[in-house]
Structures are given as C-alpha cells and as structure tokens.
C-alpha cells in the first residue's frame, strides 16, 4: 500500500520486488544444498533433469541436451578451477 501511494495511487507489479528481498538469500541458500546434496551423492540429477526438460518441453526437446550441456560445463570448471581451491585452503 505504501508503495502505491507513493506512486499516485497507481498500483505497479515492481511495487512488490522489495517484499522480495528477505526470501532470495533463503531460496538461494536452500537452492544451493539441494543442487550440492545431489552432486555429492550422484550424478543421476543431470540424467532426471534432462529427461524432465525432454518430456515437459517438447518443442525444444532436440535442443534440450545441448542447451544442459552449455550450461553444465562451465559450472563444472568453475568449481574445480575456484571452489577446490577455497575449500581447501589453497591458492
């Protein structure tokens, strides 16, 4: 409401980003165990996620494996290349 009447009456969906934030460190925090929980444990993540993308995005689903692959890659670079190094104490 305090938003609103700031904006002279006119009520706008980014009046609401700022409730927001408290919630997207948590989701993030949340977000980050589950994705680190899965990658510790196995790697049948990568093979559910794909097939969920294939099954539920069937217009795109030839794209779909390249697609998770460039998006795979330089995470999996990045935490062998930086993360390593930080949890381990090495430079």
Same mark, same amino acid.
């Given at each position: 409401?305090?938003?609103?009447?700031?904006?002279?009456?006119?009520?706008?969906?980014?009046?609401?980003?700022?409730?927001?934030?408290?919630?997207?460190?948590?989701?993030?925090? /949340?977000?980050?165990?589950?994705?680190?929980? +899965? !990658?510790?444990? &196995?790697? #049948?993540?990568?093979?559910?996620?794909?097939?969920?993308?294939?099954?539920?995005?069937?217009?795109?689903?030839?794209?779909?494996?390249?697609? /998770?692959?460039?998006?795979?890659?330089?995470? +999996? !670079?990045?935490? &062998?290349? #930086?993360?390593?190094?930080?949890?381990?104490?090495?430079?």
């Amino acid at each position: 409401m305090k938003g609103t009447r700031k904006n002279s009456g006119i009520r706008e969906p980014g009046i609401r980003m700022p409730a927001m934030i408290p919630y997207v460190p948590a989701i993030s925090i /949340i977000g980050n165990l589950i994705a680190a929980s +899965g !990658y510790q444990s &196995s790697s #049948f993540l990568l093979a559910i996620t794909s097939t969920y993308a294939a099954d539920s995005y069937k217009p795109v689903a030839g794209s779909t494996p390249m697609s /998770i692959t460039v998006n795979k890659n330089p995470r +999996g !670079y990045g935490f &062998s290349k #930086f993360i390593t190094h930080l949890v381990g104490g090495r430079e």
